[in-house]
Antibody, heavy 124, light 107 residues
């Protein structure tokens, strides 16, 4: 059974870098699939941030691309998100998730297994 | 960017009734690559439908998706208490985008 768990500080200061880690259990992330980050501001909708493929290649939401880095640590079976120059608008619940796969292939921005999410508040 | 507009914003129905949720795209969704998610308060979204009409693993057959091009529908044939939640559509054919959500509430 594949499970994902987000971890990291629940508070970030404006202009600093938000850092989160997603630990995966029940599956080795270097076997296959995309592994992604999605966020949801309080009371609002969903926004895909970006994804990393098992090979290490990445895809990012163009609206966030200049501030986002997603990386993977295969030895620890986790992947990480760094979002720089944060503002109050980056306050959200951040989810990590596994990218979906069907007969056509692997997808970076549709997700079938999700972590429980972690709230990150940007405030001084 | 493809903009997805969901309607209605809120749908008030009773258990046992039929729910019809709409998702309209500003341009044609490539290969009907449209998904639906269900989200309950305090929980992560749950994938219900992909490819516009294929149920994800473990999704009951009272939940179905249909549509192509720019118009898509999620139908729940007989509402159960656990179906009351927020539903999002998402297209993943051309880059990606999410709809703003439809809240399905108990009448």
């Amino acid at each position: 059974q594949v499970q994902l768990q987000e971890s990291g500080p629940g508070l970030a200061k404006p202009s600093e870098t938000l850092s989160l880690t997603c630990t995966v259990s029940g599956y080795s992330i270097n076997n296959a699939y995309y592994w992604g980050w999605i966020r949801q501001p309080p009371g609002k909708g969903l926004e895909w941030i970006g994804s990393i493929y098992h090979s290490g290649s990445t895809q990012y939401n163009p609206s966030l691309k200049s501030r986002v880095t997603i990386s993977g640590d295969m030895s620890k079976n986790h992947f990480s998100l760094k979002l720089s120059s944060v503002t109050a608008a980056d306050t959200a619940v951040y989810y990590c998730a596994r990218g979906f796969r069907d007969r056509s292939g692997f997808y970076p921005n549709i997700f079938d297994i999700w972590g429980q999410g972690t709230l990150v508040t940007v405030s001084s | 960017e493809i903009v997805l507009t969901q309607s209605p914003g809120t749908l008030s129905l009773s258990p046992g009734e039929r729910a019809t949720l709409s998702c309209r795209a500003s341009q044609s969704v490539s290969n009907s690559q449209l998904a639906w998610y269900q989200q309950k308060p305090g929980q992560a979204p749950r994938l219900l439908i992909y490819g516009a009409s294929t149920r994800a693993t473990g999704i009951p057959d009272r939940i179905s998706g249909s549509g192509s091009g720019t118009d898509f529908t999620l139908t729940i044939s007989r509402l159960e208490p656990e179906d009351f939640a927020v539903y999002y559509c998402q297209q993943y054919g051309t880059s990606h985008s999410f709809g703003q959500g439809t809240k399905l509430e108990i009448k």
